[in-house]
């Protein structure tokens, strides 16, 4: 097994123990703040923000899942190793989650305990997911297969392809992050053509399965966004 996953992929090796920590903690930083600024943005009435946001809907976009699992994928795709991938993903989101509900609590007045600890469990399943997601930056067919998979997910979150609804855009931001995806795990020649091809067909799969999620409102994407405190009880 070790041998072929390292034709896949092979980990990085002779990394210093301080640069590793170094990156982690970098990690844990970014993923606080982000918490932070989403959980401010669910706070701030819309009409408050500069007006190119209100334009961009920021708030929403950072209420859904597409942003999320873009981020957790570059985060696992640009790690040494399969475990150093699993490792950085979960302590990014969990310390997002903690940035989110740590100002739930001590800025807001209020700690939603039923939502962060579904959070908090799928930080945990976003360890062993990082670990075959970091696979997909990776040589051969398993390699272009995941990163279908991940593209497609993208993809179903910015896009409609649902014939008998019509084609049609979800959320514009989500098209870029679909985008951001595509540079993130772009390959080369007839392996680029079968990749975004694969995502296509993932994509149309991942919305007849899975209708609701494709489109879903920030309210049941998110954290907790758009709910006041008395929603909670």
Not at 13 to 37: E, S
Not at 99 to 111: S, W
Not at 127 to 142: D, N
Not at 203 to 224: F, T
């Amino acid at each position: 097994m070790k041998e072929f996953l390292e034709k896949i992929r092979k980990p990085k090796t002779g990394i210093p123990l301080k640069r590793q920590l170094a990156a982690t903690v970098g990690i844990i930083l970014l993923g606080v703040a982000l918490g932070v600024l989403q959980k401010w943005l669910d706070a701030t009435a819309a009409n408050t923000l500069p007006l190119l946001l209100q334009r961009m809907d920021i708030g929403n976009y950072f209420g859904r899942l597409a942003i999320w699992f873009l981020l957790g994928t570059a985060v696992s795709v640009y790690s040494a190793s399969p475990l150093r991938a699993g490792i950085n993903t979960f302590c990014f989101f969990i310390s997002m989650v903690a940035g989110y509900y740590l100002y739930c609590h001590y800025v807001l007045g209020f700690l939603p305990r039923s939502y962060m600890m579904i959070w908090v469990l799928m930080s945990f399943a976003s360890f062993f997911l990082a670990m075959v997601c970091w696979y997909a930056k990776g040589e051969g067919a398993p390699a272009v297969l995941l990163s279908a998979v991940i593209l497609g997910a993208l993809l179903a979150q910015a896009v409609n392809l649902r014939i008998d609804r019509g084609f049609y855009v979800y959320h514009l931001m989500e098209v870029f992050t679909w985008l951001a995806g595509v540079l993130l795990l772009r390959r080369r020649g007839k392996e680029f053509a079968v990749e975004m091809g694969l995502s296509v067909v993932v994509a149309v799969l991942y919305q007849l399965i899975l209708p609701h999620w494709g489109n879903r409102s920030p309210q049941s994407c998110g954290m907790g966004t758009g709910r006041s405190p008395e929603s909670w009880k």
